[in-house]
């Protein structure tokens, strides 16, 4: 198996200081720095663009792990790997032609990943598993910080373990000290926190405790489909 990654979702940071975050969650532990690219169109907010991947990348000691959602990956896989993703992960519902957003972000240097939406099914990434370095299960319909955790999602993170997948499987959204272990007993081994790490009073005691549930839980011999 993997081994578990904690990403803090910058979303939930303060973007007037985004630099000082970075530096912050890092010296606390992050894994990974989860980057929230929406588009106001494949979802209903704005955020993040190309100038302050830039950025971020510039700053950043930690793997950049990007998530688009966006209407046209294609268009723009790329030019996100050229900013700084190290892992790009795209919609498996915002295209057609899954294979050619993988291509193009091999092709620039980047680890290729495909996220699902809480009511799309497993079968829209097993064509693809073999490409992909990483699958994220979405566990709250994306475009906002702070959602309720979906738990019916869990079921697709054994699935995608069962259909043979060794990468990476990520789960994003509504993971705290109270949901972790469920996510990570299901088969889930890198973990997006934005309002649970930015939220806390004490940032590393936050970090360490989602490490350790999520390390206790994926030991345990209940972790399913294993
Ligand atoms: C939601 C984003 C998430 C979000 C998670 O659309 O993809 O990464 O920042 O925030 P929390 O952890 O607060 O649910
Ligand atoms: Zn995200």
Known sequence: MPPVRIAPSLLSADFGRLADEVRRVEDAGADWLHVDVMDGHFVPNLTIGLPVVEALKKVARRPL?????????????RRYVEAGAATLTFHAEATKEAGKVID???AAGGQPAMALNPDTPIERVTPWLDRLSMVLVMSVFPGFGGQKFMPEVLPKLAALRRAGFRGDLEIDGGIGPATIAAAAQAGANVFVAGSAVFGAQDVPARIAELRRGAELAAATPAAAGR
């Open 65 to 77: 792990d990007v998530h688009i959602m966006i209407s046209d990956p294609l268009a723009y896989a």
């Open 104 to 106: 193009a972000i091999v």
